[in-house]
């Protein structure tokens, strides 16, 4: 059997040796023999590359691999500067060179003193949350704990638990105990500490327990215990301390204040040969982790290092170096700075080197950044790759941008901490759907806004349309007077039962979605049965597995397919694609590490995370793309052109206090500030809080290496530029951007941008320049840009035919209700017709039911009016979906046409008798169907005809157009004709009336009609066959304009004129 699946290849990338000439400044920190070295540097003035350099010095000059320990903050950071290493010695080592505190702690407090010891696991920060919040829920532990009354609200919130833990991890990198929390508790006044320190202990020993009984189960620890209990175990063990210290006689650390205090305790129990810091205080973005940028100069003081400077910017060129300084110069306590070079110290020119641009909107900021790269790439040949966009933190800014970037063509790469797992559209379908399984998320109309959600995603393929058909296609089923059922309820009952009350071809994204909720729970339950709750993972793969997408075919393969196929649709199914791997990732994670856990607890954790929790998974990279990216993932990394966006009063700098209710934030200050009044720790942490922000700008700026832009928008009465940008943009430009005009948008630099500008040219008064554009618009459409072919403008294209809509031989249906529709106007008549008009409204399905109700006095003629009453109220919540005032007053008017209709029929009694109601006529005349249907037909005391048709809406006619009204006389021709189906009330007409009950008047409006001639109204229902086949429709002006469904199709009414005239 022949393979057709394509043929993939993965190919790993190259890492190349980065060239590497040592300044004098670089040079004599690799030459240094100093036991205790620091190297103090600004951005871009090469601390990594001297760094790599002087592990492969020492390398070279005789030290064993196995003896040079590097440490730094990041796993990404530790594998790139490894790589580094590696491919410039060449040498090998029993275990990684590079490693994270975190990576040389873990490897610590897993030394076995003996064969029987047992591994350590580490849990995730989710992960932790989750069990905290368990612990929480379980009220064995309350009493030990003693919980204050007026905190017992808060405790089963994830808000709460977010707050414990960081309360555990400040105290555990701060190496506290339970005993030293409660006494800084009393200390600072802060009474809920004590509590907190209960918990904590309870929380340590049942981590403990619950993994102790099970034969052979490693010990979980969490990260905000694993430096702790590796200096605990320095500590308790010289054999442990002592092997450690053997074994390195070189400790580097890169990045040195991105550390906290305990990861610092830690390196002086290791160091005990030589050790060198690499640091820039002015360039930490991990404070929220428990970085301490501001400690750093007092620990080089305390441990006696020697301190050397790098001050020679070896990066940027000279505009965005003297922007680096000036942002740098406005640090309380500036540490690393630039050495003034030629320069001077004196302003340099920009060059266009810096753009500070201020627009109108987010949206133009983000197409004013996509401009800017498609000109750099096409114009400048800088590569994709060699651009990035960073943002402050995740939010509607990344929308923009992948809108803008979309429509500009240019690839992406949305790196995972700007998008939560469970804020990933690919993802929170899954997230949703597992909750539905587990009985978390009931199927009921209060979550209708969560499963309408799963609906119009790619899970179920529905739109706002097609929701819409179906709750019309559901209401159609329900005679009036049933119980009430609304269209909301049905739906979610067909996705419960995985059962629907019509054909499944009409719903299909109900089916879709009810089929994976089916196994979803199958899954569920076959692990209950077993009385095992269900592996998390296992109840995704149900999920993933089961899903199809609007073809049919399923999900999995049409993103892969989409994927291998390339373009900015490819790109984003790659990113759904890694994000379905994280996800799977995370769960069996989640899974070994904490076994026999609620899976909810898992779904909780992803949707608690406000950015992406790291998840080792592997991960295709790209190639050529942009990367898009918040300032905490982009330290360390550099590009060509770099934009920063998001620079907005309140977003950045954001100087909200992250006050909160444990104060975890307050312990870290004191510790910092050693500050006792709670008002002075509170003033002192703001201060902290300006710096920490400008360090996420220094960090921001310092990333360009040839080319920066610098965006924010101003919107009256909404959002404005921050001092960041006033800052930035009065170093560039020398003038304040308040008073300045918004800078223009440039075209977009696509195909379609530039065809438009051209074929705006051709009207140009002047001669060469239409001259020019026409032979551009030429070379274009010989280059196969379709939208330059003349042939493909709007007016440009012949019809299409002119053939009769209908041959001439072929019946054509007419009814009175189109006989009267086409008289007003034929173009009107032939757009709804051909299915232009929208679907039922809420006005239109009242009027079913008003007709519906009118009928039943006909069947059931003792009805009240409290009867009828009963039954539309019985059905509102099918005609109308409304809430509040807005049902109050719709059902306010629905009674009114009601009792109008009621009084007439009771004071026409007298009158008329009631021969039938709705009753169907059909007739052939000429190549006409003449059909359709009578809202009551009555019989006059001389036994005539007496045609009646009811009218809901809120217009209404005179008495003239009455007489004239064609609907009326097609309703006579049906009596002349004796076209009536069932039995013949005669073929004698009385006339007809219109009855108008949505007027203003108090009681029914009744328009009558008089006899009208036979073969008058014939020939104009043959005449109309004719026209209402022909291949020309006439729009005509008249008095029903103004409430034209369809006057955004009519040429000759504004809404409708078309940008061209033909």
């Not at 400040?170 to 105990?177: G, V, Y």
């Not at 009063?649 to 870290?668: F, M």
């Not at 009158?911 to 059909?922: D, G, Q």
Request: hydrophobic fraction near 40%.
């Amino acid at each position: 059997m022949a393979n057709n699946r394509e043929k993939i290849e993965l190919i790993r990338p190259v890492i190349t040796p980065t060239k590497f000439t040592p300044t004098e400044e670089q040079q004599v920190v690799i030459d240094s023999a100093a036991n205790r070295l620091a190297i103090l540097g600004a951005p871009g003035t090469g601390k990594s590359a001297t760094l790599i350099a002087s592990v492969v010095q020492a390398i070279k000059s005789g030290f064993d691999p196995n003896s040079i320990l590097v440490l730094t903050y990041g796993r990404e950071r530790a594998s790139e500067l490894r790589d580094q290493i590696v491919i410039q010695s060449g040498a090998n080592a029993f275990e990684p060179i590079v490693r994270t505190f975190h990576s040389l702690a873990f490897s610590i407090i897993n030394t076995q003193e003996t064969p029987d010891d047992p591994k350590y696991v580490l849990i995730s920060g989710a992960e932790q949350d989750s069990f905290i919040r368990e612990l929480l829920a379980n009220p064995q532990y309350s009493p030990d704990v003693n919980w204050p009354q007026v905190l017992e609200p808060a405790l089963a919130t994830r808000g709460f638990a977010r707050e414990l833990r960081d309360l555990i991890l400040r105290a555990s990198e701060r190496n506290f105990t339970y005993k030293k929390l409660i006494e800084m508790s009393k200390v600072l006044n802060e009474p809920w500490w004590e509590p907190a320190a209960n918990f904590w202990k309870i929380y340590d020993e049942v981590l403990g327990i619950r993994y102790g009984f099970i034969p052979g189960a490693a010990k979980r620890i969490d990260s905000s215990s694993i430096i702790s209990q590796a200096i605990s175990d320095l500590t308790s063990s010289q054999k442990i301390r002592e092997a450690f210290q053997n074994k390195f006689k070189l400790i580097i650390v890169d990045e040195f204040q991105e550390s906290d205090n305990s990861q610092r305790d830690l390196l002086n129990l290791l160091a005990s040969d030589r050790v060198i810091l690499f640091a820039d205080p002015h360039s930490a973005v991990g404070q929220f982790r428990g970085a301490d940028p501001e400690g750093v100069k007092q620990y080089l003081a305390a441990n006696n290092f020697e301190q050397l400077a790098l001050t020679k910017p070896l990066r940027t060129p000279d505009a965005i170096t003297e922007l680096t300084s000036a942002i740098a110069s406005k640090f309380r306590n500036p540490i690393t700075q630039y050495s003034a070079g030629e320069s001077k110290g004196a302003k340099v020119t920009n060059n266009g080197v810096i753009d500070a641009a201020k627009l109108a909107s987010q949206s133009d900021c983000a197409n004013y950044i996509a401009h800017t790269f498609r000109s750099a790439h096409l114009r400048d040949g800088i590569a994709w790759s060699q651009m990035a966009v960073i943002l402050r933190s995740p939010g509607a800014g990344i929308s923009a941008i992948s809108r803008a970037f979309a429509l500009n063509n240019i690839p992406i790469q949305i790196d995972s901490d700007a998008l939560a797992l469970g804020e990933n559209p690919a993802i929170k379908p899954i997230i949703t759907i597992a909750q539905i399984a587990l009985g978390k998320i009931k199927l009921t109309s209060n979550n209708w806004d969560l499963i309408e959600e799963v609906l119009v995603s790619e899970f179920g393929g529905a739109d706002a349309l097609s929701l819409r058909q179906m709750r019309i296609d559901i209401g159609k089923l329900r005679e009036p007077g049933d119980d009430a059922k609304s269209s909301t309820q049905v739906i979610l009952e067909i996705l419960d039962q995985n059962d629907a009350p019509l054909p499944w071809e009409q719903i299909l994204s109900l089916k879709r979605i009810a089929d994976v909720i089916s196994e979803a729970r199958k899954t569920v339950r076959a692990n209950s049965k077993s009385g095992n709750k269900v592996d998390i993972a296992d109840l995704i793969w149900a999920i993933w597995s089961s899903a199809k997408n609007y073809e049919g075919d399923a999900l999995a393969s049409a993103w892969r397919k989409r994927a291998l196929k390339g373009g900015i649709r490819g790109a984003s199914a790659d990113r759904d694609l890694d994000a379905v791997i994280t996800l799977f990732e995370s769960a069996r994670r989640f899974a070994e590490r904490m076994p026999g856990s609620d899976p909810q607890l898992f779904l909780d954790q992803l949707l608690s995370e406000s950015i992406a929790s790291d998840a080792i998974a592997a991960r295709g990279e790209r190639g050529e793309v942009v990367s898009v990216m918040t300032v905490h993932s982009a330290k360390g990394l550099e590009w060509d052109l770099v934009a920063i966006t998001g620079l907005q009063e309140g977003s950045w700098p954001n100087l909200r206090q992250r006050g909160s209710l444990l104060g975890s934030e307050r312990l870290v200050e004191a510790q910092r500030s050693q500050l006792l009044a709670r008002r002075e720790i509170e003033l002192s942490a703001a201060n902290a809080l300006i710096e920490d922000e400008r360090r996420l700008l220094n960090v921001a700026v310092s990333r360009a290496k040839k080319r920066l832009v610098v965006t924010a928008y101003s919107k009256e009465d909404d959002s404005e530029p921050s001092p960041y940008f006033e800052e930035i943009y009065e170093f560039v430009n020398g003038e304040s951007s308040i008073d300045a005009d918004s800078s223009d948008l440039p075209r977009a630099l696509t195909p379609q941008a530039l065809v438009s500008t051209l074929r705006r040219n051709l009207e140009n008064q002047d001669l060469v320049s239409r001259e020019f554009a026409g032979k551009l618009l030429n070379t274009l459409a010989a280059n196969e840009i379709e939208s330059a072919m003349s042939e493909n403008w709007l007016g440009g294209l012949s019809l299409s035919t002119d053939e009769p809509v209908l041959p001439p031989d072929a019946q054509v249906s007419v009814s009175p209700s189109n006989l009267q529709s086409f008289s007003e106007c034929g173009l009107k008549w032939f757009i709804e017709k051909s299915g232009g008009r929208d679907g039922d409204s809420t006005a239109a399905l009242l009027g079913i039911a008003i007709h519906s109700l009118a009928a039943m006095m006909k069947s059931e003629p003792g009805l009240t009016y409290e009867d009828l009453v009963s039954r539309l109220e019985n059905g509102w919540q099918l005609i109308d979906g409304n809430k509040g005032w807005v049902r109050d007053y719709q059902f306010k008017k629905a009674l009114e046409k009601l009792e109008k209709f009621y009084k007439w029929h009771a004071e026409n009694k007298s009158k008329r008798t009631l021969f039938a109601v709705e009753a169907e006529f059909s007739k052939v005349i000429g190549r006409a169907l003449f059909n359709g249907s009578v809202d009551r037909v009555e019989i006059d005391g001389e036994g005539r005809v007496y045609i009646v048709d009811l009218k809901t809406g809120a217009s209404d006619i005179s008495k003239a157009k009455a007489e004239e009204n064609k609907q009326l006389a097609g309703y006579q021709l049906a009596v002349y004709e004796e076209a009536f189906k069932e039995q013949s009330p005669g073929n004698q007409s009385a006339g007809a009336e219109l009855l108008f009950l949505g007027n203003d008047s108090k009681s029914a409006s009744a328009k009558p009609q008089s006899p009208k001639d036979h073969q008058e109204v014939l020939a104009q229902v043959v005449a109309a066959a004719d026209a209402m086949s022909a291949n020309e429709f006439i729009a005509t002006v008249n008095d029903r304009c103004r409430m034209c469904a369809v006057k955004g199709l009519c040429p000759i009414q504004p809404q409708g004129r078309t940008v061209i005239d033909l």
